[in-house]
């Protein structure tokens, strides 16, 4: 079973930038949509931003528009590139992966990854 091991995180100031990725901990023949959901303290988690099989679509919660951008450059690796964070963006990052289109909502998750933390600091 594939399992996918994220990495990036940290602590970093308000309007700052960091950049998170994903990948595979064995390869895989197959293609996955891979998503990336935040979770805070309290909170529910939540989707933040997919990036299809093939790279060729992307979608991001509203909350996070504008400033990050996701992207893949192999066959399972995929990246979020974090700008212009607020402390509303502080939490547990994980992704997950499936076969076919993206989904922005955990239940639709077959592989996921232990997650790793972002800290704002104001």
């Known amino acids: 079973q594939v399992q996918f091991v994220e990495s990036g995180g940290g602590l970093v100031q308000s309007g700052g930038s960091l950049r998170l990725s994903c990948e595979p901990s064995?390869?895989?023949?197959?293609?996955?949509?891979i998503t990336w959901f935040r979770q805070a303290p309290g909170k529910e988690r939540e989707g933040v931003s997919c990036?299809?099989?093939?790279?060729?679509?992307t979608y991001y919660a509203d909350s996070v528009k504008g400033r990050f951008t996701i992207s893949r450059d192999n066959v399972n690796t995929a990246y979020l590139q974090m700008n212009n964070l607020t402390a509303e963006d502080g939490g547990t990052y994980s992704c997950g992966a499936r076969r076919g289109l993206c989904r922005m909502q955990d239940g639709y998750m077959q592989y996921w990854g232990k997650g790793t933390l972002v800290t704002v600091s104001s």
């Open positions: 990036i299809s099989a093939n790279g060729a679509m």
């Open positions: 064995e390869f895989s023949s197959d293609y996955y949509a």
